[in-house]
């Protein structure tokens, strides 16, 4: 059974994930308005824009227990002036099976409207502090690579402290794939 938790102002099950929560907020916001060419004033927002923060959280895949900070986190973006016009930014932080010690980020996802204002960036930060917060150790992603240009963003993920460990083809895909890991205890933010 799955746990959602939605709203700035949820608990997110543990107070830890709640304070990185609150400190991203102000940070997501200027940038989605930057992104939508508007002016970001913290005290009086838009009421046109509406961001919201959801997340959902499954079981692990060995037990009933959920890893604090885990699931498929949700940024909705409503714009009214836009015909309600709904964007959803995302990211998922998962254990990894097998060690508890692992996280994986993945399938973070910015669309178009969104690219370029640094949101991925920031976003991939956010998933490193909750899975630090979260008792992990490092951290795992992937970046596929076709037709030699990269489908993650190798930029991204070097800008934030990540390294390459090494690069594999995918016999299902025939995509190069290259694994990355960062060791979230030397993390320099």
């Not at 304070?19 to 916001?29: A, F, G, L, Q, V």
């Not at 009933?64 to 885990?70: H, N, T």
Request: positive net charge.
């Amino acid at each position: 059974m799955a746990t959602i938790y939605q709203g700035w102002d949820a608990n997110f099950g543990d107070d830890s994930i709640k304070t990185i929560i609150t400190n991203y907020r102000p940070k997501i916001e200027q940038k989605i308005y930057e992104a939508l060419g508007l002016k970001y004033d913290p005290v009086n927002l838009d009421p046109n824009i509406s961001i919201d923060v959801k997340l959902t959280q499954g079981p692990s895949i060995y037990s009933s227990e959920f890893y604090k900070g885990c699931g498929m986190w949700e940024f909705p973006i409503t714009d009214k002036r836009n015909l309600w016009k709904t964007y959803v930014l995302f990211f998922y932080l998962s254990g990894f099976p097998g060690c508890c010690g692992l996280a994986i980020a993945h399938n973070l996802c910015v669309p178009i409207t969104f690219q370029n204002h640094g949101l991925g960036t920031l976003f991939n930060q956010m998933q490193l502090d909750l899975a630090k917060a979260a008792g992990f150790g490092a951290c795992l992603a992937t970046d596929k690579i076709q037709d030699n240009e990269f489908y993650y963003s190798q930029k991204l993920l070097k800008k934030n402290g990540w390294n390459t460990l090494t690069r594999f083809k995918n016999p299902r895909t025939k995509n190069n794939v290259d694994i990355f890991m960062i060791n979230l205890s030397k993390r320099v933010k």
